[in-house]
């Protein structure tokens, strides 16, 4: 395990230095730079030299890039151009708001997924599985930053039930901390949880059809045992991988999400920064979105280990 | 090979060539009878006609200007009502599906070469897999909707800019399914049978192992298409899309989204054509999936 | 109206402040802001003449070649030091360094102290339009403690002299500032005057919050959550007028709609294409839709009615939508189908409808107009190129209000910000109104400067855009301004 464990934190490494170039890339092609948001639409020329050469964007690419990394193998991701604080500051001081939205829309469309898929397989080929299943996809199919105007109008406006946007930091206030989160939560998880959906159906009635489920029912074990104790746990292990990937599909759903609801998130933070030009922002948060998901899909192989020991040498 | 052929080699061919036939009607028939493929089909035929017909179908010119309509509710007049330059949104819409259906064709085909590309190469190659495998592993650890963003805000808005940041958002994920079942393909045994007799590698290439790895690569594609009609509207709803004044499903509901309780008809209806435009996508690549490989019905992967 | 202390008032904006050190950012999203912490020693009144703020005076030389300013005295900075004229020298030495727009101390030689609350300005030569140049709010010179006069832009410790101090800032989620109890309220005046004026800070805290999504402010607004809205989009405006809970207030003068060439390319650099355009435009329509309503048809390089009002010069070529006079200036202008590329922006929402609308009226008449619409940055990198675009659309928010030295200032030479090529009568004029001695001397050379844009039509000028803005109507004592003046507002009940 411990070996396992070594082998996926070194692999990363790699994939992490490819995000690091592909940023890099980006930046050499964006057109325009920060210093016309800082000296406004007024600013000549001149004033706008100045604020290149103060920041240091008059040095060629190659020598920005060799510095930046230069800086990062001693920890430091560089200042904000404009936040006033330090790229890694800015960063950890958003992570909180984008991981409560994913994680908890994560286990909204775990749930709600789940539900759907085991009541699908359950009461297979009846007009229950149909509804279930083109809940599921319909679920998949709307485009989820249209729903989330469309929630903010209907919960946040017209019934008044939840705030129409902003994040309460739970450390504030743990009731205005999920009240902000229940729309953008369950927005995201809407259009997730059709995947788990059909996952946990497909992979249920796999196990449903199996030998030893039919025994147990044979022997007169009662159906909600036999759906619990051998049917769920041995489906899980699709549900998993499934699940993995979600994770970091809801991470990417986030983003939008975040700008539709007024979220401080990392993902916002990414885009105003892309939208500004504020270099160091957009590779240092890039890359931290980037070590955040490597890092759960680790934990989801973790897992998958575990429920399935043949699993952990199937790099 | 210069084997002399027995007589009857002509009447074989021509029977196997009908077996073939067969098989291929009796595929087409399984897909229509199958009912969320056929509703998906039909859903993607009626889009693909809109698109198509636009100029016969749209009542009004899509960029045509009025300022004496702004805002109009949908009437008779105006089916789905006017915008904030007093244009007829249902035109603006029918129009949209072009654009929606061209990011969405370019996407999948560019996507489809590069992956199939990159995907056998990386399982032929031996040198090359880790250089390959790693690259798209660094892609796909970006949210994909950033990525996407970044490389249309670093290209510019226009069309083709989305094109090319979906297709390089959405690459990775399908030549990692093409190198998978190309692996698995690559140990069958009729595959060795092909290296005994002497067929070249390209022969075995496109002859036998892409056309075993063509189910999986087809279902990923019919998803790809799916997404990237969303994903044109995400980048529109966020300033890096399609530019206007040509309508795009996606800036149709960015415009319209400041709009939405006075004017909700700007952003629900072209809202609504993109959703049932991927539900009859996703419809198709179920049904697409139960027939070509039924072991994996109903589990997908997101981009 | 028996004002209330006490209360929360948050206050919506779209954007992230860039800065909140005063003098080094001209962006209205910093201004909104940071005029609620920082004051001038010279400011704006009401109707835009110059004020003493933190001086209680200046004493001009005769030759206009020495300003002495006093200090008022017992004023207070955030921090607990008393403002003296060292922290005004050390404001001032550094705004010439980062301050946005240190050109306007470019006529000071040096910053003299003269006594504790006194400073003297040499001058390289006499201004007479200085102090109104020193009183501007664009990149304003507002006075901070000595201690951050050597900080980098951006750098501060966001310590100043008004009645509200800085709290702290949550990028993309909000700003908070909460009453100086220490405020040392200016006594001369009985209420607010423009930017000075017997200000109060009634309210214990303001909370400044980013949403970037008009519709999401407006629900945020119609819920209750937010006190005002910085800008409501007008159809919510019209819907929501009758409504008793929300007050709007119209702010008609905010902006100029403008439409600049590049005087460099093919074709629009000949004159008589751009009278084309500029004849063949219909201003009510662009303006109807880039303003969603909100708005005043004028020809005007200033506002109506204001000092320096050129009356009707120019009014014979504006909003003629005069398709067939267009038509024989572009075959005199030997026009043939080449491209005309219009730079514009999504990001402020006026410039790209007004850009679709100027494009749809030149096509109409044969022009090939294109647009290219790219973010804001790169907007803002393009026009400054030579080539690859020949007309750009400008929303001017401050410069129109700060009178025509502050507008013509951007058109003038060296080249650039607006102007690829600068024109040389326009210079020699623009140098004849700085030394204007006279309010009426400064109006000749304008109504001069006036007919001449009418002449070279390097810019457009399309109409007078206003901002909407929106309040709970429990906000009391809200008047409409540059900027939210949230001293003096209160929350009733």
Redesign the interface.
């Known amino acids: 395990m411990i070996r396992f464990l070594v082998y996926r934190l070194l692999s990363a490494i790699?994939?992490?230095?490819?995000?690091s170039?592909?940023?890099f890339l980006?930046?050499w092609?964006?057109?325009?730079?920060?210093s016309?948001?800082?000296?406004?639409?007024?600013?000549?020329?001149e004033?706008?030299a100045a604020i290149r050469e103060?920041l240091g964007l008059d040095r060629p690419l190659l020598e920005r890039a060799l510095n930046w990394y230069a800086a990062l193998l001693q920890g430091d991701l560089g200042q904000s151009y404009?936040?006033?604080r330090s790229v890694l500051g800015?960063v950890l001081?958003?992570l909180p708001v984008t991981l409560s939205l994913a994680g908890i829309a994560l286990v909204l469309a775990t749930a709600m997924g789940m539900l759907l898929g085991i009541l699908a397989a359950v009461r297979h080929n009846t007009l229950l599985d149909q509804g279930a299943m083109v809940t599921a996809?319909?679920g998949?199919?709307?485009?989820d930053?249209?729903f989330g105007?469309?929630m903010?109008?209907l919960f946040?406006?017209w019934l008044?039930w939840l705030?129409?946007?902003?994040?309460v930091a739970f450390s504030e206030s743990p009731v205005d901390w999920a009240r902000s989160m229940t729309l953008p939560a369950f927005t995201l998880a809407i259009t997730?949880m059709g995947?788990i959906a059909?996952?946990t159906?497909?992979?249920m009635?796999d196990v449903l059809s199996q030998d030893y489920i039919r025994t147990a029912r044979a022997k007169g074990m009662r159906a909600r045992a036999v759906i619990f104790r051998h049917g769920l746990r041995n489906a899980m292990i699709?549900i998993i991988t499934?699940v993995g990937?979600?994770s970091?599909?809801l991470?990417?759903?986030?983003?939008?999400i975040e700008?539709?609801?007024?979220l401080?998130g990392v993902?916002?933070?990414?885009?105003?920064a892309?939208?500004?030009?504020d270099f160091p922002i957009?590779q240092g948060g890039?890359l931290i979105?980037?070590c955040v998901?490597?890092f759960v899909n680790i934990l989801v192989d973790i897992a998958y280990a575990w429920f399935d020991p043949r699993g952990r040498d199937d790099s | 090979m210069t084997v002399e052929l027995p007589s009857d080699t002509v009447s074989i061919g021509r029977e196997i060539k009908l077996a073939r036939r067969r098989r291929r009607l009796t595929f087409a028939r399984r897909l229509f009878s199958h009912p969320s493929f056929l509703v998906g089909f039909v859903i993607l035929v009626l889009f693909t006609m809109t698109a198509l017909l636009a100029d016969v179908l749209a009542p009004y010119e899509p960029t045509k200007i009025n300022y004496r309509f702004i805002l109009a509710p949908p009437s008779a007049e105006f089916w789905c009502g006017t915008d904030a330059y007093g244009r007829d949104v249902l035109s603006r819409i029918i129009y949209g599906t072009r654009v929606s259906l061209r990011i969405g064709v370019f996407v999948v085909v560019m996507t489809g070469i590069l992956g199939t590309l990159l995907g056998t190469l990386a399982s032929y190659v031996k040198w090359l897999d880790g250089l390959i495998m790693r690259s798209l592993d660094g892609l796909m650890a970006f949210p994909g909707v950033l990525l996407a963003i970044a490389l249309a805000a670093a290209l510019g808005p226009s069309e083709i800019n989305a094109i090319i940041a979906l297709t390089v958002t959405f690459t990775p994920r399908t030549a990692r399914i093409v190198r998978a079942s190309v692996i698995v393909v690559q140990g069958m045994q009729f595959i060795e049978s092909a290296h005994a007799v002497g067929a070249g590698h390209g022969r075995i290439i496109f002859r036998y192992i892409l056309a075993n790895a063509l189910s999986p690569l087809i279902v990923q594609l019919t998803f790809v298409f799916a997404v990237s009609i969303v994903a044109e509207a995400i980048l529109s709803f966020l300033g890096v899309g399609p530019p206007p004044p040509a309508p795009s499903l996606g800036n149709i509901i960015a415009e319209g989204r400041s709009n939405i309780q006075e004017a909700w008809w700007i952003a629900v209806f072209p809202g609504l054509v993109i959703a049932v435009a991927v539900l009859g996508l996703n419809l198709m690549g179920d049904g697409l999936r139960d027939i070509l490989d039924p072991r994996h019905s109903g589990a997908r992967d997101k981009t | 109206m028996a004002q209330v202390k006490g209360g929360e008032l948050i206050f919506v904006q779209g954007s992230n402040p860039p800065s909140l050190d005063g003098m080094s950012t001209s962006s209205q999203a910093s201004r909104n802001i940071n005029m609620n912490i920082y004051e001038t020693l010279y400011g704006f009144s009401e109707d835009i003449k110059p004020i003493p703020i933190l001086a209680e005076g200046v004493e001009i030389s005769d030759d206009g070649l020495t300003y002495v300013f006093t200090l008022r005295q017992g004023v207070m900075f955030h921090n607990g030091d008393e403002m003296n004229s060292a922290d005004v020298k050390a404001s001032l030495e550094r705004y010439r360094i980062v301050g946005a727009t240190k050109n306007l101390l470019a006529p000071v030689k040096d910053i003299e102290i003269t006594g504790d609350y006194e400073v003297t300005f040499h001058m390289e030569e006499a201004t007479p339009t200085f102090l109104e140049a020193f009183s501007s709010p664009r990149a304003p010179a507002v006075i901070i403690p000595e201690e951050d006069g050597d900080a980098e832009a951006g750098k501060n410790s966001f310590v100043g002299t008004g009645p509200y101090k800085f709290v702290e800032y949550v990028p993309d989620s909000h700003v908070t500032i909460e009453r100086f109890e220490d405020y040392s309220a200016d006594t001369r005046s009985d209420g607010i005057d423009g930017f000075g004026g017997h200000k109060t800070a009634w309210l214990d805290k303001v909370t400044f919050r980013i949403i970037p999504e008009p519709g999401a402010q407006v629900a945020a607004l119609e819920a209750g959550e937010v006190h005002i809205l910085e800008q409501i989009p007008m159809p919510a405006a019209r819907r929501l007028e009758d409504d008793p809970d929300i007050k709007l207030y119209e702010n008609l003068r905010w902006a100029f709609t403008t439409f600049i060439f590049n005087l460099n390319v093919p074709p629009s650099d000949n004159v008589k294409f751009r009278e084309a355009v500029q004849v063949a435009l219909n201003m009510e329509a662009i303006m109807a839709i880039s303003s969603e309503g909100l708005y005043t048809l004028n020809h005007r390089w200033q506002y109506e009615d204001t000092a320096y009002d050129p009356g009707q010069i120019g009014a014979e070529y504006y909003n003629q939508a005069d398709a067939e006079r267009a038509k024989a200036l572009l075959d005199e202008a030997g026009y043939n189908g080449e491209e005309f590329v219009i730079l514009t922006d999504p990001n402020i929402p006026q410039h790209g409808r007004a850009a679709v609308v100027i494009a749809e009226q030149l096509n109409a008449i044969g022009i090939n107009a294109v647009i290219n619409q790219v973010d804001w940055p790169t907007a803002l990198n393009i026009r400054m190129q030579d080539e690859g675009w020949n007309g750009w659309t400008l929303q001017m928010g401050i410069e129109p209000y700060l009178g025509p030295v502050g507008l013509i200032a951007t058109l003038a030479s060296p080249a650039r910000p607006h102007f690829v090529v600068p024109d040389a009568g326009l210079d020699a004029l623009y140098q004849e109104l700085i030394k204007g001695a006279t309010v009426e001397e400064r109006l000749e050379t304008f109504k001069k400067i006036q007919a001449h844009l009418y002449e070279i039509f390097a810019i457009i000028k399309v109409g007078d855009s206003g901002l909407m803005h929106a309040a709970r109507s429990n906000v009391k004592g809200f008047i409409p301004f540059r900027f939210p003046r949230v001293y003096d507002v209160w929350l009733e009940g």
């Not at chain 1, 790699?14 to 995000?19: E, K, M």
């Not at chain 1, 998949?140 to 485009?143: E, M, N, V």
């Open positions: 790699p994939v992490l230095f490819v995000v170039l592909v940023t980006i930046m092609l964006v057109p325009g730079d920060i016309a948001e800082i000296g406004g639409v007024d600013a000549t020329p004033d706008l103060r404009t936040l006033n800015a001081e958003r996809l319909v998949l199919s709307i485009p930053f249209w105007i469309v903010i109008i946040g406006v008044g705030p129409t946007g902003g994040f997730q995947v059909r996952m159906r497909s992979a009635l699709p499934v990937v979600l970091g599909v991470l990417s759903g986030a983003v939008v700008t539709v609801f007024s401080p993902g916002r933070l990414i885009i105003g892309i939208q500004r030009r957009i890039l979105t980037a998901f490597v």
